[in-house]
């Protein structure tokens, strides 16, 4: 329960800041961007855990990952299909979050997250 008032409490807080940094210039880069994850298909009946949810915000050039339960340790991966940079890091969920710096860059961004247990997650977004 504390998990998800803590989730709630960052969005919100996320919100805030990004309404009082907005008084400038304002880009769709600036703008958080709210990606959905979900899980592959083909990977369904793998965990215990069939309404699992990955959230994921993207503001200035940070992936921000809130995971709703513990998964163990996870790769990510981060393409930029426009331009081909990657990113790849792997993460403990323990805490239920994870920050991937990435770029700027105009482009079409694809996330792939796989579990231990071989599931996958995947969400793209736009800039």
């Known amino acids: 329960m504390r998990q998800r008032k803590f989730y ?5 807080l996320c919100a805030i800041f990004n309404s009082t940094t907005a008084m400038g210039e304002s880009s769709t880069k600036d ?3 709210f990606i959905e994850i979900r899980k592959d ?3 369904l009946p793998r965990t215990p855990h069939p ?5 994921a915000i993207y503001q200035y050039g940070i992936l921000h990952l ?5 998964m163990g340790e996870v790769e990510i991966s981060v393409i930029n ?17 994870a920050l991937i710096t990435t770029s700027t860059d105009v482009g079409n961004y694809y ?7 071989g599931s996958c997650y995947t ?3 736009s800039l």
């Open 31 to 33: 703008q958080p961007i």
């Open 81 to 97: 299909e426009t331009t081909g940079e990657m990113w790849q890091q792997t993460e403990d969920t323990t805490f239920g979050s």
């Open 66 to 70: 809130q995971f709703a339960y513990d």
């Open 8 to 12: 709630f409490l960052f969005f919100i």
């Open 51 to 55: 309404n699992c949810e990955i959230n």
């Open 111 to 117: 996330i792939t997250i796989v579990t231990d247990d």
């Open 123 to 125: 969400g793209g977004f």
């Open 41 to 43: 298909p083909s990977n």
